[in-house]
């Protein structure tokens, strides 16, 4: 659950993003029952929006996909039957085909050159590369896999935090470090 104060929205947050079909996560808000999720742009305005029951949305099988280099809000409004109890919004946005296509012919050649995509090397190249291109989620998705294959590892759980640090989930940063701070500890 979202703790009083932290954010609740997880991604897409302040990232980049290859996709044109994203989909949406959060954290629980205490009492919410459902939560209204909407989607817009600076120049159409609202695109869509969803209520759910649960923490997360696919992009809706029915919407249009977003267009390429362009920028996104996405607004997340937690509810119960007594009303609105808590609201967050954050952006995103998304690459255009050409600089994606060759991101991913990159990331191929990362994978191809240590080993393959279940070689922590490989994770961490990735990861890194995808944080310096501001596509933070994708980075994060690299660091989680690398914390399972290094689960002894304290460099995994680092790599994550700063990564967490840099889309705002201070909480989630923090306690990437107190387990990188725990593992060099362990003798």
Same mark, same amino acid.
């Given at each position: 659950?979202?703790?009083?104060?932290?954010?609740?929205?997880?991604?897409?947050?302040?990232?980049?993003?290859?996709?044109?079909?994203?989909?949406?996560?959060?954290?629980?808000?205490?009492?919410?029952?459902?939560?209204?999720?909407?989607?817009?742009?600076?120049?159409?305005?609202?695109?869509?929006?969803?209520?759910?029951?649960?923490?997360?949305?696919?992009?809706? @099988?029915?919407? #249009?996909? /977003?267009? $390429?280099?362009? *920028?996104?809000?996405?607004?997340? &409004?937690?509810?119960?039957?007594?009303?609105?109890?808590?609201?967050?919004?954050?952006?995103?946005?998304?690459?255009?085909?050409?600089?994606?296509? @060759?991101?991913? #012919?990159? /990331?191929? $050649?990362?994978? *191809?050159?240590?080993?393959?995509? &279940?070689?922590?090397?490989?994770?961490?190249?990735?990861?890194?590369?995808?944080?310096?291109?501001?596509?933070?989620?994708?980075?994060?998705?690299?660091?989680?896999?690398?914390?399972?294959?290094?689960?002894?590892?304290?460099?995994?759980?680092?790599?994550?935090?700063?990564?967490?640090?840099?889309?705002?989930?201070?909480?989630?940063?923090?306690?990437?470090?107190?387990?990188?701070?725990?593992?060099?500890?362990?003798?």
């Amino acid at each position: 659950p979202a703790e009083s104060g932290a954010p609740f929205l997880i991604a897409p947050r302040r990232t980049g993003l290859m996709t044109d079909r994203p989909a949406f996560t959060w954290r629980a808000v205490p009492g919410a029952t459902r939560y209204r999720v909407t989607v817009s742009s600076a120049e159409s305005g609202e695109l869509w929006n969803r209520e759910v029951e649960g923490l997360s949305c696919p992009f809706p @099988t029915d919407a #249009a996909s /977003l267009a $390429r280099s362009a *920028e996104y809000l996405w607004e997340i &409004e937690a509810s119960s039957d007594a009303g609105s109890l808590r609201k967050e919004s954050t952006v995103f946005d998304v690459m255009g085909d050409g600089l994606a296509r @060759t991101v991913r #012919a990159n /990331l191929t $050649r990362i994978q *191809e050159g240590t080993g393959g995509v &279940e070689n922590p090397a490989a994770q961490f190249l990735a990861g890194s590369y995808l944080s310096g291109l501001g596509l933070f989620a994708d980075a994060i998705e690299q660091f989680v896999a690398m914390c399972g294959l290094m689960p002894t590892s304290a460099a995994p759980h680092e790599a994550l935090g700063a990564v967490y640090m840099k889309v705002g989930l201070v909480d989630l940063a923090a306690a990437e470090y107190q387990q990188a701070l725990a593992l060099t500890r362990e003798p």
